[in-house]
């Protein structure tokens, strides 16, 4: 291993740097509405925000927040990642959403509410939950 080298930016170029990233993270397009779908299971939860026609504009989850383990499954998990879409909503400059939900975990009413509370219109919730119809065949009871 050789000796590390340390490079000198001047102001200029600083700034220049700066202006660019900035840049690169501003929404391209503006949605007035768009569909929120949050998936909520017992280790995590998932929210994805889709244009009316289906097109998936932001998403982030428990996980990808940084939660670990059990964590993720949790409502405060569930309403950090609600604020996180809320935000980059707010900046898309959407108005109004409809909610899908599917699943049974903790965190389906705090991801909602969390992301309301950024001021997005919420016109409909869907609960999409599968709901099995006498599914596979059910293990045999064990014997102790």
């Known amino acids: 291993m050789g000796k590390k080298r340390i490079v000198k930016k001047s102001e200029g170029e600083e700034n220049a740097a700066a202006a660019g990233r900035t840049s690169a993270r501003q929404p391209k397009k503006h949605i007035s509405s768009g569909t929120l779908h949050v998936q909520s299971t017992y280790n995590n939860t998932k929210l994805l925000l889709t244009d009316k026609e289906g097109n998936a504009i932001f998403w982030s989850s428990s996980g990808s927040i940084g939660f670990k383990g059990a964590k993720k499954g949790t409502p405060f998990a569930a309403a950090k990642v609600g604020e996180l879409i809320g935000d980059k ?5 959407i108005k109004e959403v409809d909610v899908v939900v599917r699943g049974v975990g903790s965190g389906r009413e705090a991801g909602i509410r969390a992301f309301i509370s950024k ?3 919420l016109s409909n919730i869907k609960d999409r939950t599968p709901i099995p119809h006498n599914g596979p065949k ?3 009871p064990r014997n102790v």
């Open 119 to 121: 001021g997005i219109e």
């Open 138 to 140: 059910a293990k045999k």
């Open 89 to 93: 909503a707010q900046q898309a400059g």
